[in-house]
């Protein structure tokens, strides 16, 4: 099994920029494919972003498709979601996601979950 936790969300004003990273623990983290959800208030957790075991290939969701960039440091047992430009909408508690099998933007979630951070974007 693999142990996610995830570090860096954070308030910012409408334009900023955020860094998510999501540490992995207790495997190598190159077995694994890697994920981005978020989850807003009264809302259900919705895909944001997700990566292939080696990073090579990865997906967004429309809204974010040009503002966030999924990463992944093998090496580092890391994967990251560098958000810019962010708008108010993108307020949520972004949650890092994880499984051995292929995750892409129809797959549904991964097995492996981290705890959560919030990140909250003022206008």
């Known amino acids: 099994q693999v142990q996610l936790v995830e570090l860096g969300g954070g308030l910012v004003q409408a334009g900023g920029s955020l860094r998510l990273s999501c540490s992995a623990s207790?495997?190598?983290?190159?077995?694994?494919?890697g994920a981005w959800f978020c989850q807003a208030p009264g809302k259900e957790r919705e895909f944001v972003a997700a990566i292939s075991w080696n990073g090579y290939s990865t997906g967004y969701r429309d809204s974010v498709e040009g503002r966030f960039t999924i990463s992944k440091d093998n090496a580092q047992n890391t994967m990251y979601l560098q958000m810019d430009n962010l708008k108010p909408e993108d307020t949520a508690v972004y949650y890092c996601n994880a499984d051995l099998r292929l995750l892409t933007s129809t797959s549904g979630p991964g097995e492996f979950w981290g705890q959560g951070t919030q990140v909250t974007v003022s206008s």
């Open positions: 207790g495997r190598t983290f190159s077995d694994y494919s």
